[in-house]
C-alpha cells in the first residue's frame, strides 16, 4: 500500500511530500509548507513555490485543535469541500475555488486567497469593505434560496440531505450556542469574575429568555430549510478592498436558513462595539451601513429568486414569499441574540471583544448581553426601526 493510501495526520513535511506525490500544480519539487490555521478544528497549510505560485490544504484531525474533549470524524473535511463545490455553482465569485477533494486522506485543496485578509481582522483594522453588505446579502439569497424546496426538487433536495448529514458538528453547535450559555451543564462557559454577576441576572436567571432559546433549538434540530454554512462568522470570511469570498462551511447541513444570517449579523454587530470603544466613527458608520445593506440585499435578492426559480406551482405565490422571507429574518435575528451570547459567556471568543481593556470589555459585553436577549425574545422588534443598530444604541446607558 503507498503511503498516501491510508489516512494518517500529516505534518509539514508530510504535506509537502503529498503534494509532490498526488497533485500536478508545481513543476519541481522545492515547495515551501507552512502551516496557518488560527481555527478551533483543523489544519490549514500553504504550499509554495519559488515563483509565488501557491495552493491551500486544509486537512483534519480525528481530535480539534481547540481541545481534546471534541472527537471527531475527519470527513468533516470532505463535506466541506463538497459544500463549497455546492454553493460555488451558486456564487462562484464568493468561494475559493476547490482543485481536488481527497477522501482518504481527509484532505481538500483550494485556492489560495493570499491577496485577501480575514474580515475579522480588516474591520478591526478600519478598512472600508467596498460592498461588503452587499456581497455577504448576495451570498446568503443565492445560497440560502437556491438550496431550499422552493428552488431544489425534492428528490433532489432530499438526497442532498441525505449527503450534507451533520449529526457531530450540529452536535457541538447544539451545545455551544443553545444550551451552555443558559445552563452551563459542561461547565465549558468562559466567564470574567466581573461579568459573572452580570451574566447570572442577565441570562441564567430569565426562564422566559430560556423559552425563547427552546423554540430556536427546536428549529435548528428540525427546520431543514436550507443547505447552510453553518458558522459563518467574520472569521470565515475573507476580504480585499473589493472582493470577498466565504470559506470553511464544514458545519453545514439542511437546517434553518435564518442560522447565517443571524451569524452574519452578530459579528457585524461585533465589529461595530469593537470599533464604537475605539472612537472609531467612521468605522462603526461603515459597519452599520453594511449590517442594514446584509438585509436590503438579502430581501430583494432573495424575493427575485423565489419569484423566478420556484419551480412548484403550488409555492409560486408572491405573498408567500414574503412572508418566508420575513420569517427567515425574524429567525435571524434570533440567532444574531444566541450568536451574541455564546461568543460573551461560552467556550470560542471573539478577538474584537478580547482585545479590549477591561473595563471596556466588561461594558461592551453587557450591553451586548442586553441587545442579544432583546433579540431573542423580541426579535419582531427590530422590523419596527429603520435600522437594527437603534436598538443596541438605545440600550446607552443601560450597559455596567
Ligand atoms: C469546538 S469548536 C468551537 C467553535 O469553533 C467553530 O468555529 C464553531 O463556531 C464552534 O462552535
Ligand atoms: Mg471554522
Do not use: W
Not at 19 to 40: A, W
Not at 126 to 132: A, E, K, R, T
Not at 306 to 333: G, P
Not at 357 to 385: G, M, N, T
Amino acid at each position: 500500500m503507498g503511503r498516501f493510501e491510508q489516512y494518517f495526520l500529516m505534518d509539514v513535511e508530510d504535506v509537502k511530500q503529498y503534494v509532490i506525490t498526488k497533485t500536478q500544480f508545481f513543476d519541481h519539487e522545492d515547495l515551501t509548507v507552512s502551516e496557518i490555521g488560527d481555527g478551533n478544528l483543523n489544519y490549514v497549510f500553504r504550499i509554495e513555490d519559488h515563483t509565488g505560485k501557491s495552493i491551500i490544504l486544509k486537512h483534519s484531525g480525528t481530535v480539534a485543535r481547540i481541545s481534546d474533549e471534541f472527537q471527531l470524524s475527519a470527513d468533516r473535511v470532505i463535506r466541506e469541500g463538497k459544500l463549497l463545490q455546492i454553493h460555488g455553482t451558486y456564487v462562484p465569485q464568493l468561494v475559493p475555488e476547490v482543485y481536488l477533494i481527497d477522501e482518504v486522506m481527509k484532505c481538500v485543496i483550494m485556492e489560495d486567497l493570499k491577496d485577501y485578509q480575514v474580515l475579522r481582522t480588516a474591520l478591526q483594522e478600519g478598512v472600508i469593505v467596498n460592498d461588503l453588505g452587499k456581497h455577504l446579502g448576495t451570498y446568503l439569497a443565492e445560497t440560502l434560496i437556491r438550496t431550499s424546496d422552493f428552488v431544489l426538487k425534492p428528490k433532489d433536495k432530499k438526497a442532498l440531505q441525505k449527503e450534507m448529514i451533520n449529526p457531530e458538528l450540529c452536535e457541538i453547535s447544539e451545545d455551544l450556542v443553545y444550551t451552555e450559555p443558559f445552563y452551563d451543564h459542561f461547565n465549558r462557559n468562559e466567564i470574567s469574575e466581573r461579568l459573572l454577576p452580570y451574566v447570572e441576572r442577565i441570562i441564567y436567571s430569565d426562564e422566559t429568555l430560556k423559552d425563547a432559546v427552546a423554540k430556536a433549538k427546536l428549529k435548528f434540530l428540525n427546520q431543514a430549510q436550507s443547505l447552510i454554512h453553518g458558522d459563518l462568522h467574520s472569521g470565515s470570511v475573507f476580504v480585499n478592498r473589493d472582493a470577498l469570498k466565504v470559506i470553511d462551511p464544514e458545519f453545514g447541513f439542511f437546517g434553518p436558513a435564518g442560522y447565517d444570517v443571524g451569524n452574519v449579523l452578530a459579528h457585524l454587530f461585533f465589529a461595530y462595539a469593537h470599533a464604537k470603544v475605539h472612537g472609531n466613527i467612521t468605522q462603526a458608520e461603515h459597519i452599520q451601513s453594511q449590517i442594514d445593506a446584509v438585509i436590503e440585499t438579502f430581501k430583494q435578492q432573495a424575493f427575485t429568486i423565489l419569484e423566478n426559480h420556484t419551480h412548484d406551482v403550488a409555492l409560486h405565490h408572491r405573498s408567500l414569499f414574503s412572508s418566508y422571507i420575513r420569517e427567515i429574518l425574524q429567525d435571524s435575528y434570533v440567532i444574531c441574540g444566541l450568536e451574541l451570547i455564546r461568543r460573551i459567556v461560552g467556550l470560542a471568543k471573539v478577538s474584537d471583544i478580547t482585545s479590549l481593556d477591561e473595563v471596556s470589555r466588561l461594558q461592551v459585553e453587557v450591553k451586548l448581553l442586553l441587545f442579544a436577549k432583546q433579540l431573542i425574545k423580541h426579535p419582531e422588534d427590530a422590523f419596527v426601526y429603520p435600522s437594527i443598530i437603534s436598538i443596541y444604541e438605545q440600550l446607552e446607558g443601560r450597559a455596567a
